[in-house]
């Protein structure tokens, strides 16, 4: 008894015609009642199924009209370049220059993030940081985050007249420092602001204000740890040294 062959050009015109569809539907255009042979066909075809509404709709990737963030919604049913929903929650808070907020994950998905995304930062697919009461979702890998929380910082610090160049040169200077360089820095930038600095440049960087206060001190008193950053026998005198002439 010869097996019915089904002929994948009955898949590629219905969607072609119809743009988008659901397995039922893709079923009965195939004359089928088998699920495997509509997935088998669709993968034959380079085809994806939507991040939204559970994965239920599929496509073809030469149908899909991605936009500049790789997304494409027809009739209410969204596509992802990056696949499905948590892969695409992955690839834009990973990717991202600033991270996202849910709330600004959700105004681009049109889909609910929240679940998904405590799912993928469980797993250590995502790391986030809570700020001003809300979780800015972004890279796992602590260097890369560290990046995008300075960004953040300067995204949202709209009254600081620099250019996006110096932006960004100030974000990766600060990111190559250490901890009492960074600290030493910000007490530095809070010094030429004068009054109000300390906080100005904390929300800049994204530091404590407490945190620029200790620097711009132990500028402003001479102390500094040098053992860190300077040779043996280089910098000032030792003030004993001074009181034995």
């Known amino acids: 008894m010869n097996k019915t062959r089904y002929c994948k050009k009955d898949v590629e015109l ?4 119809n743009k988008i569809s659901m397995l039922k539907e893709l079923k009965v255009a ?24 559970g994965g239920r709709f599929y496509t073809l990737d030469s149908i899909a009209e991605f936009d500049n963030n790789g ?9 992802s370049r990056y696949g499905n929903l948590l892969s695409t929650l992955e690839h834009f808070a990973t990717k991202s220059k600033a991270g996202y907020f849910a709330s600004d994950l959700e105004k681009l998905l049109h889909v609910e993030v929240k679940s998904p995304l405590l799912k993928l930062f469980k797993k250590g697919s995502v790391g986030r940081k809570k700020i001003s009461g809300a979780y800015l979702y972004c890279s796992p890998v602590p260097a890369i985050r560290k990046k995008q929380l300075l960004s953040h910082q300067v995204q949202v610090n709209a009254a600081t007249d620099f250019s996006d160049e110096v932006k960004a040169a100030i974000i990766l200077f600060v990111s190559m420092l250490d901890e009492q360089q960074r600290r030493l820095y910000a007490g530095l930038e809070a010094l030429k602001i004068g009054h109000g600095g300390d906080l100005h440049i904390a929300e800049f960087l994204g530091l404590h204000p407490q945190t620029v206060a200790k620097g711009r001190r132990e500028l402003q008193k001479h102390d500094v740890q040098f053992d860190r950053i300077r040779v043996e026998g280089a910098g000032r005198k030792q003030v004993e040294k001074k009181l034995l002439r």
């Open 14 to 17: 219905f969607l072609i015609k």
């Open 30 to 53: 195939v004359g089928t009642k088998v699920d495997m042979t509509v997935f088998r066909i669709l993968k034959s075809l380079s085809s994806r199924s939507s991040y939204s509404h």
């Open 71 to 79: 997304l494409w919604c027809h009739q209410s049913v969204c596509f």
